[in-house]
């Protein structure tokens, strides 16, 4: 290993998948027909109404910098976002654009985690988090959570973990990798608990929107005394845009905004001019079309990995992951690498998201066409030898 | 001051020239003329076949996610460019696409730099970089150089400040402020110094190409042992695209891949297939004639300055920045505030820069039409009282 090295770097991990990804590139240009149910992103390209307006910005010649929290117009948009779709109001000063939810969670925790602070997570949960924590040589606090909590925290949970030390608790809603929600009740009495003991609450929204049954809610409702960190990158389908956004409670306004602009000095300019038209009737017909396609996907893939054995004790409710646990098939790692090799169907093993028990689960994601997702059933069903 | 708040934040600041770009809006608002010597990009937009080539890639759909690193064909063309440009050979699998320059730095200093460890700058330089050994936990050692060294460091201030804490070094060549350079052999002693103490040099070229007098060079050249930042801002004028790379020693291309995984998913689409563009020979010719017209703002500017009384000991020799004293001319900081006021002409106070005399200068940039800054100097002239 080279010197020197900082110790951080072995606390954090490589995303496993990507072995998987490569791999299954090697297969598809030998000609296998691979089926990838590991991807993170929807398999939709970004809605045609913000690439355009992408192409009329750079004929605009939109390629400066920008001030670091955004232009004003978009924050602005964004405002106005929470105030039609959800009857929140938000001052347009506490909303920093950022690149990516990426960007957003990096400023959170910059703003509340010193070190040896204490942050609470889920386990399992978005790996990048901890790694956060890691580069700020804070303290992840990884809680297993399991589906009696619909792997979420609540309060039980974080006064048995919660220590002088803690600062902050960050939740995702609904929830990577397990599609699960934590509703706004659930998020006020959690809020609560948190400002009693001097911390604050970070709530990552990033699939907002992406909700099949319960209704699609944003804890800015519960409290201004919150974090909310969102991005354009999946409901809005602009992975590759590197857009994102946090809303802070006033006071941090000022902290954030020096972190912008020393980390990143502005959002990607392109990005911002073309996520004007992320809001507009036009898209969001769109984009409201491509949930119902993912909720019918949703509830095939559930179905039929039930049917195989897989253990998924509660039914995901947003984003486009099921964590399914797959203790009476095998290790999660290895039937991973098995389904690769021999049903050519690519899924991420538990490890990526979790500690605790990474064995037992894997993770699918339905980001491809039914007719696909059916495909790979009867492939998996074939490759453990079960009935589709 | 609302709590938890992460003690890193008090040792972050803002940047102080956001006052002056606030006002100098104000200003223009009120109808008034200003002048912007003060900003730290290319006034020029990005050249046609790189702004084109971005068109394209939102035509073709390119909106998803790209490997952290970066698109192959992008490291393969960075790649020939150092090796048309300047005949170093460079694996491209040591090159990382990122998010700018800033995120280069920001990988770089993550790998070597572990809680309480060291890293030496200069003083007056970028003041981002000791904003992000604040995030690291680590400490900056902010060395004052002068125009005895050219404002670099040398082996002499290395030896002076190296302690068993210290993991590494950064410069800048040319720099920002001053805009001098580091010559290859100047580098050569001071990586031979540095990984004497076991230590590692980061080289920042992100002004690589923008030079006037001397030759173009890279630190490459010298070494396969330091780290390279570089980003398409400013010598391809591409500042709102938020695209730069790092060059690693073979060694730390896991330690850096996995980071940026972590950190920022992938850097922006759009903005890596535009890029395939910069190393064309169209854009070669169009920036190319931007860099004889910067030379001659440059030769314009700094000798109105001297006339005026400034005091630039060295001709800077690449970026687009002039480093001036100002101590016989008053406080840096009360002079750029009088110089907006009064003259409508915004410039950069010391300040932004450095910790060591800030008050004895300011920064002028040559970032807009030398009829502008022959206008500049006519004000100033008047301001000061002195014959222009
Ligand atoms: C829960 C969660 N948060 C944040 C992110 C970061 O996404 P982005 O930076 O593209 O907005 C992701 C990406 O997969 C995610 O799943
Ligand atoms: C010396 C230096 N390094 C790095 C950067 C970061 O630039 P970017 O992130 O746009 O590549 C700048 C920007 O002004 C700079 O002056």
Redesign the interface.
């Given at each position: 290993?080279?010197?020197?090295?900082?110790?951080?770097?072995d606390a954090?991990?490589?995303?496993h998948v990507?072995r998987i990804l490569e791999r299954a590139h090697q297969l598809s240009a030998a000609g296998h027909d691979v089926i990838h149910l590991e991807v993170g992103?929807p398999d939709f390209?970004?809605p045609q109404p913000i690439?355009d307006a992408?192409?009329r910005a750079?004929?605009d010649?939109?390629?400066?910098?920008?001030p670091a929290a955004g232009i004003p117009a978009l924050r602005e948009a964004i405002a106005g976002h929470y105030w039609q779709r959800f009857g929140v109001k938000v001052d347009p000063a506490r909303i920093i654009v950022t690149?990516?939810a990426?960007g957003a969670l990096?400023l959170a925790l910059?703003?509340?985690?010193?070190?040896d602070?204490e942050v609470l997570l889920t386990d399992p949960g978005y790996?990048?988090n901890r790694?956060?924590v890691a580069?700020?040589?804070g303290r992840a606090v990884n809680i297993p959570v399991g589906p009696q909590t619909a792997y979420q925290l609540d309060e039980t949970l974080l006064t048995r973990h919660w220590t002088p030390r803690s600062?902050?608790a960050l939740v995702a809603s609904p929830s990577n990798p397990t599609g699960t929600l934590l509703p706004n009740p659930a998020i006020a009495r959690l809020n609560t608990a948190i400002r009693l003991r001097?911390?604050?609450l970070i709530v990552d929204e990033i699939y907002q929107g992406l909700v099949y049954d319960a209704p699609n809610e944003t804890a800015l409702a519960v409290s201004d005394e919150l974090f909310v960190v969102n991005s354009f990158s999946k409901y809005f389908?602009?992975?590759?845009?590197?857009l994102g956004w946090l809303v802070v409670?006033t006071?941090?306004i000022?902290?954030i905004?020096?972190?912008a602009?020393?980390?990143?000095?502005?959002?990607?300019?392109?990005?911002q001019y073309a996520a004007l038209a992320a809001f507009s009737a036009d898209t969001h017909a769109i984009i409201e079309a491509r949930r119902q396609i993912l909720a019918s996907r949703r509830d095939l893939l559930v179905a039929g990995l039930r049917r195989l054995g897989f253990s998924i004790p509660l039914m995901p409710e947003g984003a486009f992951y099921v964590w399914a646990n797959c203790a009476a098939l095998g290790d999660g790692e290895a039937l991973a690498e098995r389904l690769l090799e021999h049903a050519h169907v690519a899924i991420t093993p538990g490890l990526d998201f979790c500690l605790h028990q990474p064995g037992d689960y894997v993770r699918f994601a339905y980001t491809t066409d039914a007719d696909r997702i059916e495909e790979a059933l009867l492939r998996v069903a074939k490759l453990i030898d079960a009935r589709p």
């Amino acid at each position: 290993m080279p010197h020197p090295l900082a110790a951080r770097i072995d606390a954090i991990e490589p995303f496993h998948v990507m072995r998987i990804l490569e791999r299954a590139h090697q297969l598809s240009a030998a000609g296998h027909d691979v089926i990838h149910l590991e991807v993170g992103e929807p398999d939709f390209a970004t809605p045609q109404p913000i690439v355009d307006a992408g192409i009329r910005a750079l004929q605009d010649g939109r390629t400066y910098y920008t001030p670091a929290a955004g232009i004003p117009a978009l924050r602005e948009a964004i405002a106005g976002h929470y105030w039609q779709r959800f009857g929140v109001k938000v001052d347009p000063a506490r909303i920093i654009v950022t690149p990516g939810a990426s960007g957003a969670l990096l400023l959170a925790l910059a703003a509340l985690i010193g070190r040896d602070d204490e942050v609470l997570l889920t386990d399992p949960g978005y790996p990048c988090n901890r790694h956060f924590v890691a580069l700020l040589e804070g303290r992840a606090v990884n809680i297993p959570v399991g589906p009696q909590t619909a792997y979420q925290l609540d309060e039980t949970l974080l006064t048995r973990h919660w220590t002088p030390r803690s600062q902050a608790a960050l939740v995702a809603s609904p929830s990577n990798p397990t599609g699960t929600l934590l509703p706004n009740p659930a998020i006020a009495r959690l809020n609560t608990a948190i400002r009693l003991r001097g911390g604050r609450l970070i709530v990552d929204e990033i699939y907002q929107g992406l909700v099949y049954d319960a209704p699609n809610e944003t804890a800015l409702a519960v409290s201004d005394e919150l974090f909310v960190v969102n991005s354009f990158s999946k409901y809005f389908q602009m992975t590759g845009w590197r857009l994102g956004w946090l809303v802070v409670p006033t006071d941090y306004i000022p902290a954030i905004e020096k972190l912008a602009q020393n980390l990143f000095l502005s959002p990607p300019t392109v990005a911002q001019y073309a996520a004007l038209a992320a809001f507009s009737a036009d898209t969001h017909a769109i984009i409201e079309a491509r949930r119902q396609i993912l909720a019918s996907r949703r509830d095939l893939l559930v179905a039929g990995l039930r049917r195989l054995g897989f253990s998924i004790p509660l039914m995901p409710e947003g984003a486009f992951y099921v964590w399914a646990n797959c203790a009476a098939l095998g290790d999660g790692e290895a039937l991973a690498e098995r389904l690769l090799e021999h049903a050519h169907v690519a899924i991420t093993p538990g490890l990526d998201f979790c500690l605790h028990q990474p064995g037992d689960y894997v993770r699918f994601a339905y980001t491809t066409d039914a007719d696909r997702i059916e495909e790979a059933l009867l492939r998996v069903a074939k490759l453990i030898d079960a009935r589709p």
